[in-house]
């Protein structure tokens, strides 16, 4: 059986065998890649055999300038082993796309054709170039086919990361300038760490807000620093600042950016606002028992907050070794103008404070633990209630803060003298009034003003005097509430070497104008200590950026608080003489037979008078001898307040005059006077 099968086997191959060697292989270039981990510095390439299958092994060479160089493995002791292209089972549709196939494009066909790959070519190697030769089951070989592909494309390094740190160098002054050095260390990537295939870094640079720098790199480098002023910022303000770095490979490429940012923030701290030694004034007690303080002040900008501290006078005085006669101003020797004013208290505090200042928070208590912000418009506003009974000064510290939380310097920070207005009133006073021809004297008696009372309030230094004022009302209201002010001043004090209890005087005359006869007057009196001063030494307008408070004046003095009025006085002018006779008269008779009286150019009559005026009038009759008098009683017809004519009109129509006189509201008879009927 077998002997005959062999010749039949060979006759068959016979029968198969091409008449000629196979063709040249077609060897198509596919992506290029460079190696990595141990082939880094190499690229390889693979060339795809789309065309049928080889039959039998390949030849596979690379084309070096010294010749071919074979790309088959090497065995010890027998030299180079077969090389047979690697392919899959399933052949492809003659029709497909082989660009399709090799890119592995979505949908194209599965089928991997034969290839064989140079995984280690130098890497300057550019382009690379191949030979292959095939065989066939017979062991012939084909024609060689040359083959070329070039390097792939070189990747760039990836983004630096910029490592920052900033060194403050704060300048004096608070004039804008740089707040410090901005450090940048940028690490470089060992050449293992490049991606596979990327140039050595020859350099890196960088941008600071736009402002390029560049350094070389040297290899075994291992980073890079670079240095960079901060924008100048004035005291407490802060910058955003942009880095965008790279590298630089030999051949000039640059890397992908690596960007950070990093806000400065300039460490010099925020200059206090101006202070000066004059009291700020709180709101009067209110009926809880406090007083409002209000105060504001311009700040730099938007971001600056400020701390609010709260100190005691006596407290202070202690830290500064300011004994109680420097405070009072009764040390040896003269004693000051304003001895005894809190003024003066808060002038020596103020003074020592630059020099000797506790700049200890621990005399201090803080107001508001989140710093106070400025309004919209740059102006900060703070509020704050006090104990009402507070008679000493109170001392604040205003502590800027940086958006970082840096406060200024305590010590730095002037002293704002605080204190709540006096509550003291003097007792109420006592007014005299008489009625005069000319009008009223008022007389105001104030007693109670004793020096050391006047002298808490400045006064002689202060050149302000106590004050009145008089209430004077009409009719019968009494209630100083209702009673309008008419008369305002300073009192006059007592002579000198009188009595201790001598008061404090006031006197003037209100004008007949102001008090119309037969009217009730009533006169209430106020008295009140000088003001207060609101400094002891005069001083220029603080200037603007000065803490102020919120409403009123700056550096205005305290108004003291009025006295519980007087008891009323009252009292009503009444003229020496009856009334005057009235002089404008006119009687007619009418087409209807009545006799008509009008008198006119009659005194106005206010509308307080105690009692109206009323005109009598006398009817006269003919007779044999003249006119006379009917011996009826007079017609008394009253005079509206506001009303300076009357009219009387005789129905009986007989009158030929007329009698008439006026009555005041005393019931005074003045003066008659007559007038003849007209006939018309």
Request: aromatic share 6%; proline share 14%.
């Amino acid at each position: 059986m077998s002997r005959t099968s062999a010749p039949r086997r060979a006759a068959a191959t016979a029968a198969a065998q091409p008449a000629g060697p196979p063709p040249a292989p077609v060897g198509v270039p596919a992506r290029p890649r460079w190696n990595g981990g141990e082939g880094l510095g190499t690229w390889r390439q693979t060339l795809a055999l789309p065309a049928q299958p080889p039959a039998g092994s390949l030849g596979f060479a690379r084309l070096e300038p010294g010749g071919p160089v074979s790309l088959h493995q090497q065995l010890p002791g027998y030299g180079a082993a077969a090389l047979l292209a690697n392919w899959s089972r399933a052949v492809p549709d003659p029709a497909a796309n082989f660009a399709t196939v090799l890119t592995g494009a979505a949908g194209g066909p599965l089928w991997t054709p034969p290839m064989v790959t140079d995984d280690r070519l130098p890497v300057d190697m550019d382009p690379g170039a191949w030979r292959l030769w095939q065989s066939d089951e017979f062991g012939r070989w084909s024609d060689a086919t040359d083959r070329s592909a070039a390097q792939p494309p070189r990747p760039v390094a990836s983004a630096p990361a910029p490592e920052l740190h900033f060194t403050p160098q704060p300048v004096p002054g608070d004039a804008a300038a740089s707040p410090g050095t901005i450090t940048i260390r940028i690490d470089l990537p060992k050449p293992e760490a490049l991606p596979p295939g990327a140039r050595p870094i020859a350099g890196v640079e960088i941008e600071v807000d736009g402002a390029p720098q560049r350094q070389p790199v040297v290899p075994g480098q291992q980073q890079v620093i670079f240095t960079a002023a901060a924008a100048a910022t004035g005291p407490g303000d802060s910058t955003m600042i942009h880095f965008t770095a790279r590298f630089r490979d030999t051949d000039d490429r640059p890397s992908l950016d690596g960007e950070a940012q990093w806000e400065v923030l300039d460490p010099r701290p925020i200059v206090p606002p101006p202070t000066a030694p004059v009291l700020v004034w709180t709101g009067r007690l209110d009926p809880t028992g406090q007083a409002e303080l209000g105060i504001t002040w311009p700040a730099p900008d938007l971001t600056v907050g400020y701390r609010v501290y709260l100190g005691d006078q006596r407290c202070l005085a202690e830290a500064l070794a300011i004994p109680d006669e420097v405070l009072t101003g009764m040390a040896p020797g003269p004693p000051h103008p304003l001895h005894h004013t809190r003024a003066l208290a808060a002038d020596k505090i103020c003074e020592a404070d630059p020099v000797q200042g506790p700049a200890e928070k621990g005399l201090f208590t803080l107001l508001n633990e989140t710093p106070e912000k400025p309004d919209r418009d740059r102006i900060v506003r703070f509020q704050h209630r006090l104990p009402g009974g507070l008679r000493g000064v109170q001392f604040l510290r205003i502590v800027p803060v940086t958006p970082a939380g840096t406060e200024a310097p305590f010590g730095t920070c002037g002293l704002v003298p605080v204190a709540v207005p006096l509550e003291d009133r003097p007792p109420a006073p006592a007014v005299d009034v008489r009625a005069e021809a000319s009008g009223v004297r008022v007389r105001v008696l104030a007693y109670g003003l004793d020096a050391a009372a006047l002298t808490r309030f400045g006064y002689p230094r202060s050149g302000k005097a106590p004050q009145f004022r008089v209430r004077r009302g009409r009719g019968g209201v009494q209630d100083s509430v209702y009673i309008p002010v008419v008369k305002e001043g300073d009192l006059v004090p007592p002579p000198a070497g009188a009595p201790a209890d001598t008061p404090w005087t006031a006197e003037f005359v209100e004008d007949a104008a102001a008090t119309p006869a037969f009217v009730r007057h009533t006169y209430v009196a106020e008295v009140r200590f000088p003001p207060e001063p609101v400094q002891a030494e005069a001083l220029a307008e603080p200037g603007p950026l000065a803490v102020r408070p919120v409403s009123g004046r700056f550096g205005q003095d305290a108004d003291s608080r009025w006295s519980p009025p007087s008891l009323p006085a009252s009292t009503t002018r009444v003229p020496p003489d009856a009334p005057a006779a009235p002089a404008a008269l006119a009687a007619e008779k009418q087409a209807d037979g009545t006799v008509k009286l009008r008198v006119s150019d009659l005194p106005a009559v206010h509308p307080k008078t105690i009692a109206t005026y009323q005109l009598a009038v006398w009817k006269q009759v003919a007779a044999a001898d003249g006119p006379r008098l009917t011996g009826e009683p007079p017609v008394l017809l009253a005079l509206p307040p506001g009303q300076q004519s009357v009219e009387h009109v005789d129905a009986t129509g007989d009158a030929v005059a007329f009698s008439v006189a006026l009555i005041d509201p005393l019931g005074r008879l003045g003066a008659t006077s007559e007038v003849t009927v007209t006939i018309l």
